[in-house]
Structures are given as structure tokens and as C-alpha cells.
């Protein structure tokens, strides 16, 4: 990613770049706290004696928390700024921290992990479309899939934090201390979060739109040479010249409202084509294959690991070949994954590395497109009058098709068998294929400005 703090026709790539990364901390959080629960809640189950109903509120109750926060997200930045809620949410996230490592009883927990939620479900929003609004056009896809890098880092690193914390002490340490020091170590990035957020300015878009386009121009002219920074103050400004206020109503208007339905159904289909409940699950879905406890643990390692590398290689695509190819390939390879997956469970045909080889197919095909990809296209479809909102609706649709798939995921297996289960996910890549294919715009090289403009008259 050199390239990207090359100073060139005036723009000083060094300053967005640092401000993006900066920015997609909040992803590393995402990741932290999604994936830390994993290690800790064997040893919670035996702390506080949990029957297997709360086992699974206390994995989800994190998503309840993220649901509500996604939801308030737009309408609280879109009246005081990206950058204030993001420090707040980074708070949150702090106290979600410490009050998941410290509690008596298991409803302290619960109101905790909520907590945390909320900041999660902030962030999640924000974090991907602060960076949209502060990016150039050339560089806003990697810049944004910077966040979801983040965080597949955050979950690929909480597996081996939870091993060393594990392997610290005995069996007798691990129930009493082993799951608080898990939760309790989330306050580290936490607080560097905080602390950086201070660093960075606030959004251009948000800053015109509250009609201080000097102190966006400020900004830009650190993005951009004088010539395109103050072209760009005047798209902004006409934009929201074109329609005042941001109404809830103004969301269903012709152009804007087909944005809407494209946010929210793409967030949904990166949900239902199975991918958390492979990421929460695949040590059990290991074991259904034969594979032993430990080596079902090494295989889920590598599980991340994939998703870590393609996540790389999707950054290095995304401005390159552009958004919508990578969901028509990513979603088509995830489709027959899944078939095969599927078709491996209905002959009996389990043992040795069939489907362990096509899981990692598939997650590295999820890695490279709807991983990324959808969070980018989120960031950047919505009107600059309504972003706030709908990147809030869209998220809050990701959220709650991300608890519906993980509940009923358990179910599922137990009730329709793994084969139907991975067919059900595979028909739902392959809609995902058909809907992009048909309706999904490119966005490549645009200004979110003439995205904007594209959406007029549909």
C-alpha cells in the first residue's frame, strides 16, 4: 500500500491514509469483542453455572447492544458529527471492556456486553463511512476496507491472546480469572482508540452540511491540491442545495430509495450466505467431521488466517477491478462451495479434507468480496443529505440478520442436517450473484457526489 502515501497532484495521501487508519481502530474493536467470547465462555459456563440458553445470551447479547447502537448511530452523527460519536462510542466500548471483566453475577455481564454493543454498533456504522467522506475517489475503496482488514486482525489476534491467557494457569485459575483478563484486555485498544480520535478532524461533508465549509475546505486542502479541493466544496455544497434537511421521508424518495433497498439488501445477504455462523461455529462443525478437540481448534486458526490474507489481497483490489466484480466472483465461487460443502454432508462423504479444503475456499471467497465489499458500497451509495441514516438502516439490517443467523444456525443442523443447512446458505450466495449482477451499481473511481447524481431518475 505504498502507493498510497505517495504525495501526488497535490494530494497528501500520508495525511488521509493516517487519518483512515486511525479511523478503522474502531474495525480491531469490532473484532476484538466479537471474536474474545469464544475463549472465555467455557470457562464462564462452569463460573456461573450456565444451562445452554444463557451460553448462548451471553455470546449474544454483544449483537443486542450492536443492533440498538447501529440504529442511533446515523441520527446521533448527523446532529453532532462523526468524529464526537465515535469518541463516544469508543467509551462505551472502554466501559463495555472493563464491565465484562469484572462482574459478581451473570446479569453484570449481560448489561455489560451490552454496553460494549452499543459502541460496536456505532462504530461498525461510522467507522467505514467516515472514511468515504474523507477519502479521495482513486483511493476510497481500499481506504474503507482498511476497516474490515481491521477487523479480521482483531479476530485472527483474540484467538491467540485467548490461547496465552489460557495457558497461564490451571484449570481452577482459568474459571475464576482467565475470562475476565479476555474481556479486560479489550480496554488497551480501546483507550488507544480514544485517545487517537482526538487526532483526527471531522468530516468534510458532515463540517459543510452544518454550513462550515471553511473548515472543510481546511481539511480538503490537505486531501487535495487548492483547485480540486474547492471543485469539491462546491459538489458538496450543491448536494445539499438540491433538497434540505435529511427527513425520514426524503429517504424513500424516487433514486434514493432503490439506494436504500440496495444498502439493505446487500447487508442482509452478507449475513445469510452463512459466513458467522462458519466463523462462530466451524470448531463444532470440525467435530461433526471427525476432528478431535485440538485439532479442531488449529483448523479454525486457520479459518482466520485465510480470512486475514484474502481480506489483504481484497484491499489491494478493491480500486483496482472495482466493487462489483468482486461480489459476482466472490459470491459465485461461495455458491458452489457450498454446494459441494452441502453435497459432502448429504453422501456421508465427512472425513479427510474435502470440506475442510472448500470451507477455506469459501471463506477466502466471502474474504475477498462481500467481506469488504459490502461495508465499502454501504459507506458510499447514500446521498450526502441522508448517508447518516441509511448507512444506519442498512447496518442495523446486517446486525439483526447476523443474531438471526447465528440463533438459528444450532437449530438448523440439529433439525435439517448440515447438507440442507449449506444448500439453504448456497442458494442464498447464489441470490446474492443474481441481485448484484442486476442491480448493484459500480462505484469505482467515483466521487460520492457523482454517485450521488447516478441515483437521480431511478
Same mark, same amino acid.
Given at each position: 500500500?505504498?502507493?498510497?502515501?505517495?504525495?501526488?497532484?497535490?494530494?497528501?495521501?500520508?495525511?488521509?491514509? !493516517?487519518?483512515?487508519?486511525?479511523?478503522?481502530?474502531?474495525?480491531?474493536?469490532?473484532?476484538?469483542?466479537?471474536?474474545?467470547?469464544?475463549? $472465555?465462555?467455557?470457562?464462564?459456563? @462452569?463460573?456461573?453455572?450456565?444451562? #445452554?440458553? #444463557?451460553?448462548?445470551?451471553?455470546?449474544?447479547?454483544?449483537?443486542?447492544?450492536?443492533?440498538? /447502537?447501529?440504529?442511533?448511530?446515523?441520527?446521533?452523527? @448527523?446532529?453532532?458529527?462523526?468524529?464526537?460519536?465515535?469518541?463516544?462510542? $469508543?467509551? !462505551?466500548?472502554?466501559?463495555?471492556?472493563?464491565?465484562?471483566?469484572?462482574?459478581?453475577?451473570?446479569?453484570?455481564?449481560?448489561? $455489560?456486553?451490552?454496553?460494549?454493543?452499543? /459502541?460496536?454498533?456505532?462504530?461498525?456504522?461510522?467507522?467505514?463511512?467516515?472514511?468515504? +467522506?474523507?477519502?479521495?475517489?482513486?483511493?476510497?475503496?481500499?481506504?474503507? =476496507?482498511?476497516?474490515? *482488514?481491521?477487523?479480521?486482525?482483531?479476530?485472527?489476534?483474540?484467538? *491467540?491472546?485467548?490461547?496465552?491467557?489460557?495457558?497461564? /494457569?490451571?484449570?481452577?485459575?482459568?474459571?475464576?480469572?482467565?475470562?475476565?483478563?479476555?474481556?479486560?484486555?479489550?480496554?488497551?485498544?480501546? &483507550?488507544?482508540?480514544?485517545?487517537?480520535?482526538?487526532?483526527?478532524?471531522?468530516?468534510?461533508?458532515?463540517?459543510?452540511?452544518?454550513?462550515?465549509?471553511?473548515?472543510?475546505?481546511?481539511?480538503?486542502?490537505?486531501?487535495?491540491?487548492?483547485?480540486?479541493?474547492? %471543485? #469539491?466544496?462546491?459538489?458538496? %455544497?450543491?448536494?445539499? =442545495?438540491?433538497?434540505? /434537511?435529511?427527513? !425520514? %421521508?426524503?429517504?424513500?424518495?424516487?433514486?434514493?430509495?432503490?439506494?436504500?433497498?440496495?444498502?439493505?439488501?446487500?447487508?442482509?445477504?452478507?449475513?445469510?450466505?452463512?459466513?458467522?455462523?462458519?466463523?462462530?461455529? =466451524?470448531? +463444532?462443525?470440525?467435530?461433526?467431521?471427525?476432528?478431535?478437540?485440538?485439532?479442531?481448534?488449529?483448523?479454525?486458526?486457520? &479459518?482466520?488466517?485465510?480470512?486475514?490474507?484474502?481480506?489483504?489481497?481484497?484491499?489491494?483490489?478493491?480500486?483496482?477491478?472495482?466493487?462489483? &466484480?468482486?461480489?459476482? &466472483?466472490?459470491?459465485?465461487?461461495?455458491?458452489?462451495?457450498?454446494?459441494?460443502?452441502?453435497?459432502?454432508?448429504?453422501?456421508?462423504?465427512?472425513?479427510?479434507?474435502?470440506?475442510?479444503?472448500?470451507? !477455506?475456499?469459501?471463506?477466502?471467497?466471502?474474504?475477498?468480496?462481500?467481506?469488504?465489499?459490502?461495508?465499502?458500497?454501504?459507506? #458510499?451509495?447514500?446521498?450526502?443529505?441522508?448517508?447518516?441514516?441509511?448507512?444506519?438502516? =442498512?447496518?442495523?439490517?446486517?446486525?439483526?440478520?447476523?443474531?438471526?443467523?447465528?440463533?438459528?444456525?444450532?437449530?438448523?443442523? +440439529?433439525?435439517?442436517?448440515?447438507?440442507?443447512?449449506?444448500?439453504?446458505?448456497?442458494?442464498?450466495?447464489?441470490?446474492?450473484?443474481?441481485?448484484?449482477?442486476?442491480?448493484?451499481?459500480?462505484?469505482?473511481?467515483?466521487?460520492?457526489?457523482?454517485? +450521488?447524481?447516478?441515483?437521480?431518475?431511478?
Amino acid at each position: 500500500m505504498s502507493n498510497l502515501t505517495a504525495n501526488a497532484g497535490g494530494k497528501s495521501m500520508k495525511f488521509v491514509t !493516517l487519518v483512515s487508519m486511525i479511523a478503522a481502530l474502531g474495525g480491531l474493536l469490532f473484532g476484538f469483542d466479537t471474536a474474545v467470547v469464544s475463549g $472465555a465462555i467455557g470457562f464462564m459456563q @462452569d463460573k456461573f453455572d450456565l444451562n #445452554e440458553v #444463557e451460553v448462548g445470551w451471553a455470546v449474544s447479547s454483544l449483537i443486542i447492544g450492536c443492533i440498538v /447502537g447501529a440504529a442511533f448511530s446515523g441520527v446521533m452523527s @448527523d446532529r453532532f458529527g462523526r468524529k464526537k460519536v465515535l469518541i463516544v462510542a $469508543a467509551a !462505551l466500548f472502554v466501559i463495555g471492556s472493563i464491565g465484562s471483566a469484572i462482574p459478581d453475577t451473570f446479569s453484570m455481564y449481560i448489561v $455489560a456486553r451490552m454496553i460494549g454493543g452499543l /459502541g460496536i454498533g456505532i462504530t461498525s456504522t461510522l467507522c467505514p463511512l467516515y472514511n468515504a +467522506e474523507i477519502a479521495p475517489a482513486k483511493y476510497r475503496g481500499r481506504l474503507v =476496507a482498511l476497516n474490515q *482488514f481491521a477487523t479480521v486482525t482483531g479476530i485472527f489476534l483474540v484467538y *491467540f491472546v485467548n490461547s496465552g491467557i489460557a495457558g497461564y /494457569g490451571d484449570d481452577a485459575w482459568d474459571i475464576a480469572n482467565a475470562w475476565r483478563w479476555m474481556f479486560g484486555v479489550g480496554v488497551v485498544p480501546g &483507550v488507544i482508540f480514544f485517545v487517537l480520535l482526538f487526532l483526527v478532524p471531522e468530516s468534510p461533508r458532515w463540517l459543510i452540511k452544518q454550513g462550515k465549509s471553511e473548515q472543510a475546505l481546511n481539511i480538503l486542502l490537505r486531501i487535495h491540491g487548492e483547485e480540486e479541493a474547492r %471543485k #469539491e466544496v462546491l459538489d458538496i %455544497k450543491a448536494s445539499f =442545495a438540491e433538497e434540505k /434537511g435529511s427527513k !425520514l %421521508k426524503d429517504m424513500f424518495r424516487p433514486g434514493i430509495r432503490l439506494a436504500l433497498i440496495v444498502g439493505v439488501v446487500l447487508a442482509i445477504l452478507q449475513q445469510v450466505t452463512g459466513i458467522n455462523a462458519v466463523m462462530y461455529y =466451524a470448531p +463444532e462443525i470440525f467435530k461433526s467431521m471427525g476432528a478431535g478437540t485440538d485439532s479442531s481448534l488449529v483448523q479454525t486458526i486457520l &479459518v482466520g488466517l485465510v480470512n486475514f490474507l484474502f481480506t489483504i489481497l481484497a484491499i489491494w483490489l478493491i480500486d483496482k477491478v472495482g466493487r462489483k &466484480v468482486l461480489l459476482l &466472483v466472490g459470491s459465485s465461487v461461495m455458491t458452489v462451495c457450498l454446494a459441494v460443502i452441502g453435497f459432502a454432508f448429504h453422501t456421508g462423504h465427512t472425513t479427510g479434507s474435502l470440506i475442510l479444503v472448500f470451507i !477455506l475456499i469459501y471463506v477466502a471467497a466471502f474474504a475477498v468480496s462481500l467481506g469488504p465489499v459490502v461495508w465499502v458500497v454501504l459507506s #458510499e451509495i447514500f446521498p450526502n443529505r441522508v448517508r447518516g441514516r441509511a448507512t444506519a438502516i =442498512a447496518s442495523m439490517a446486517l446486525w439483526i440478520a447476523d443474531y438471526v443467523v447465528s440463533q438459528s444456525f444450532p437449530p438448523m443442523l +440439529e433439525s435439517a442436517g448440515p447438507a440442507s443447512t449449506f444448500w439453504i446458505f448456497g442458494v442464498m450466495a447464489l441470490i446474492t450473484f443474481v441481485f448484484t449482477m442486476r442491480v448493484v451499481p459500480e462505484t469505482k473511481g467515483k466521487s460520492l457526489e457523482e454517485i +450521488e447524481a447516478s441515483w437521480s431518475g431511478k
